[in-house]
């Protein structure tokens, strides 16, 4: 599997984005996924995950209630719904994979094995 990500842009406090992570390949429904975000000088860290099926998703604090994971396993893609966006939610948004054993979903970087390339979100005041 290899991720493509999009979607990223610049937006004003207070509205919202959407971004996509397709992917190709096989088997992309035994995926587990997941977004992350890094920010300029700043360490990389989890946003959301689902799992193989999308019945299982997890967000990090900072994002729970603003941000919906979703994926349509038939047209192999990844979706992060950002709404009520902060200037502190601007970074540069990554998209990762790993095969999972069974409906699970994954929460640490080194979780996972497959990273897309990162697409930039601007929030600004």
């Known amino acids: 599997v290899q991720l493509q990500a999009s979607g990223g842009g610049l937006v004003q406090a207070g509205g919202s984005l959407r971004l996509s992570c397709a992917a190709s390949?096989?088997?992309?429904?035994?995926?587990?996924m997941g977004w992350f975000r890094q920010a300029p000088g700043k360490e990389r860290e989890f946003v959301s995950a689902?799992?193989?099926?999308?019945?299982?998703?997890y967000y990090a604090d900072s994002v729970k209630g603003r941000f919906t994971i979703s994926r349509d396993n038939a047209k192999k893609t990844l979706f992060l719904q950002m709404n009520s966006l902060k200037p502190e939610d601007t970074a540069d948004y990554y998209c990762?994979?790993?095969?999972?054993?069974?409906?699970?979903?994954?929460?640490?970087?080194?979780?996972?094995?497959?990273w897309g390339q990162g697409t930039q979100v601007t929030v600004s005041s």
């Open positions: 990762a994979a790993v095969v999972s054993g069974g409906d699970y979903y994954y929460t640490t970087q080194r979780d996972y094995d497959i």
């Open positions: 689902t799992s193989w099926s999308g019945g299982s998703t």
């Open positions: 390949g096989r088997m992309f429904g035994r995926y587990a």
